[in-house]
């Protein structure tokens, strides 16, 4: 088991950026493929973007292609998703998830997960 600790969340104006952060403890952090999901009131959880043990490898949903990053630091234990050209409906909590399994391009199951930081896009 990995325990995860995210951070960065906070409120915006559309237009702008914000990075969040993830610190794995536990386990060995390279060993995990990760992913940063998000949910709004009222809606189904969304993976947001995804990224393989090294890093190679990532994938985004449609509604953030090219406005988000995802990117990783095996030497610090950290997930970082640096988002920019916010929008009001990216507006959710955030919340950064461990996979022992080699990220899927749309989904994976996902073994641990953070208490999850809320980002708020004011128009």
């Known amino acids: 088991q990995v325990q995860l600790v995210e951070s960065g969340g906070g409120l915006v104006q559309a237009g702008g950026s914000l990075r969040l952060t993830c610190v794995a403890s536990?386990?060995?952090?390279?060993?995990?493929?990760m992913g940063w999901f998000r949910q709004a009131p009222g809606r189904e959880r969304e993976r947001v973007a995804a990224?393989?043990?090294?890093?190679?490898?990532?994938y985004y949903a449609d509604s953030v292609k090219g406005r988000f990053t995802i990117s990783r630091d095996n030497a610090k234990n950290t997930l970082y998703l640096q988002m920019n050209s916010l929008k009001p409906e990216d507006t959710a909590v955030y919340y950064c998830a461990a996979s022992r399994s080699f990220p899927t391009p749309t989904g994976g199951k996902y073994d641990d997960w953070g208490q999850g930081t809320q980002v708020t896009v004011s128009s």
């Open positions: 990224i393989s043990y090294a890093g190679r490898t990532t």
């Open positions: 536990g386990r060995t952090f390279s060993s995990y493929a």
